[in-house]
Every structure is written in C-alpha cells, then in structure tokens.
Nanobody, 123 residues
C-alpha cells in the first residue's frame, strides 16, 4: 500500500488546514487509517484514526473537538480537517494504514506509512 499525504502548510493560530492522504490500495475500505505527527525533537504521537467501512473514529485528547478525521472509500482517501490550530500543533503529519478493523493509538499497529506533510502554526 502506498500512501501520499498532502495539504500541509503555514497557517496562523486559530486557522484551519485540511490534510489528505491518497492510498494506492483498491481494498482501501478494509484498512483502518490513522494520522500521526512528530514535532522536532519529540516522539511520534497519535492524532486520529478511522476504522474501515463503518468509519468509527478515535482522537487524541489534545485534538478532540478541533480535528476531524474522515474517509472517502470511493476515492481511496482519508482526510484530516484541522480547525482552531495552535502553535503546539506544528509538526510533520503522517498518514498510516493497518489492515482490518481495530482501535489503536500505537504506531506499531499500522503497517504502511506515507511521507510526512509539514504543518506550521505561527503564533
């Protein structure tokens, strides 16, 4: 599975961005999709996940109520809508895929990874 993330950029505090991640896999709907982020000098951390065709979601407490993960299985794409952005949201954002329906915040449970897309929130 190849994942291609895009949509990062520079935004002011309080602004919004939408990240997209397109997957090459035709059975995309059978993969749980996740977003993770990594800031300079920090460990990779979980942001959000969405399960397979039923689309149940899971969020990190730090983004709950501000970020929304969604998927369009007809386009093999997962999205991360980010609102009310804060400087502490600045990081490289990575999309990830794991086969099957599961609930996990652990990056080890996701088998496939896209390249990062940089989000910078200025204060």
């Amino acid at each position: 599975v190849q994942l291609q993330a895009c949509g990062g950029g520079l935004v002011q505090t309080g602004g919004s961005l939408r990240l997209s991640c397109a997957a090459s896999e035709r059975t995309f709907s059978r993969y749980t999709m996740g977003w993770f982020r990594q800031a300079p000098g920090k460990e990779r951390e979980f942001v959000a996940a969405i399960t397979t065709s039923d689309g149940n979601t899971l969020y990190a407490n730090s983004v709950k109520g501000r970020f929304t993960i969604s998927r369009d299985n007809s386009k093999n794409t997962v999205y991360l809508q980010m609102n009310s952005l804060k400087p502490e949201d600045t990081a490289d954002y990575y999309c990830a895929a794991g086969f099957g329906r599961f609930w996990s915040r652990r990056f080890q449970d996701y088998e496939y990874w896209g390249q990062g897309t940089l989000v910078t929130v200025s204060s």
